[in-house]
């Protein structure tokens, strides 16, 4: 059985160590966007002809499932 503040292998961690995985495990970590931001910037530039075909093309494709 693992206690609190040791690894599955059995080793101790530090407090500090521990308290760190165990905040991450509870809240997770945030994301930063690094790929969203952009994207968002050029979906504004792109025309809505695009959008209204995929839009068609996902209804058309749900139909057949």
Known sequence: MVKQGQK???QFI???AFLVSR???RDG???ISF???PLG???KKL???IFNSIK???????RTI
């Open 41 to 43: 910037l050029g979906l």
């Open 47 to 49: 025309p809505n002809e």
């Open 35 to 37: 790929f969203q931001r």
């Open 56 to 62: 068609e093309d996902i209804k058309n494709n749900l």
């Open 8 to 10: 599955k292998t059995g």
């Open 29 to 31: 970590i945030k994301g």
């Open 23 to 25: 905040k991450i495990k």
């Open 14 to 16: 530090s407090p500090f």
